[in-house]
């Protein structure tokens, strides 16, 4: 039986959502050379995936973290996939800009949330872990307890692992970078000879050089 990682990663490739390209990388907007590209929002538009993210995203949460109060989705990628959760669950739900909104009452959270609620929160994509733990410390100025966050993927790098370690914020994925490579693998998307290019390109990414 497959893992629930590599079912996910397999989900993923099939649409598209995950694409790897070793020997033609992408531009990530950060200026970063990647031999992947994600876009989990491409999941939202096939119902039997988007049935599958939210119900595994749900399962999660009720067996790590049942004392929940509140779900809050990361902008923009979490939102959708919290708000189909959350409503899952019959929790209330917010969602955290990445910086405030600069008209009205210039909110950081959108939404109703009581201060020293316990709160999960949802991504789509964990990469550095910037953004991601950005929208936890608005949780935690606001006065509520972050009980953990909950993504579909994660690629798995060094500094993000330290940043959430560091930050206490415990991070639970539905599928990984090495579930996709595996997977990718499996159905021969890529070769056994481009997996040395995929590897060393996540342990330091920002520095990485494609191959001439």
Not at 47 to 58: S, W
Request: net charge neutral; aromatic share 8%.
């Amino acid at each position: 039986m497959k893992t629930l990682e590599r079912l996910m990663a397999e989900k993923l490739l099939k649409i598209k959502a995950v694409k790897l390209q070793p020997a033609n990388p992408f531009t990530w907007a950060s200026g970063w050379k990647s031999p992947i590209y994600c876009d989990n929002r491409k999941t939202l538009s096939y119902p039997d995936i988007r049935t599958f993210i939210k119900l595994e995203l749900a399962r999660i949460i009720i067996e790590k973290y049942e004392n929940a109060d509140a779900i809050a989705g990361v902008a923009t990628g979490g939102i959708a996939q919290g708000a189909l959760v959350a409503d899952l669950l019959g929790l209330p739900f917010v969602y955290i800009r990445s910086t405030p909104k600069d008209h009205g009452l210039e909110n950081l959270i959108e939404g109703e949330l009581k201060p020293g609620s316990k709160v999960v929160v949802i991504e789509d994509l964990v990469s550095t872990g910037g953004s991601s733990l950005k929208a936890v410390e608005a949780v935690r100025n606001f006065g509520c307890d972050v009980e953990g966050m909950v993504a579909i993927f994660t690629h798995g790098f060094p500094i993000a692992t330290r940043q959430f370690k560091e930050a206490q914020v415990t991070l639970t994925t539905l599928s990984n970078y090495n579930a996709v490579i595996e997977e990718a693998l499996r159905t021969n998307y890529i070769d056994q000879s481009e997996i040395s290019t995929l590897q060393e390109w996540r342990k330091d990414p920002a520095n990485w050089k494609p191959k001439a």
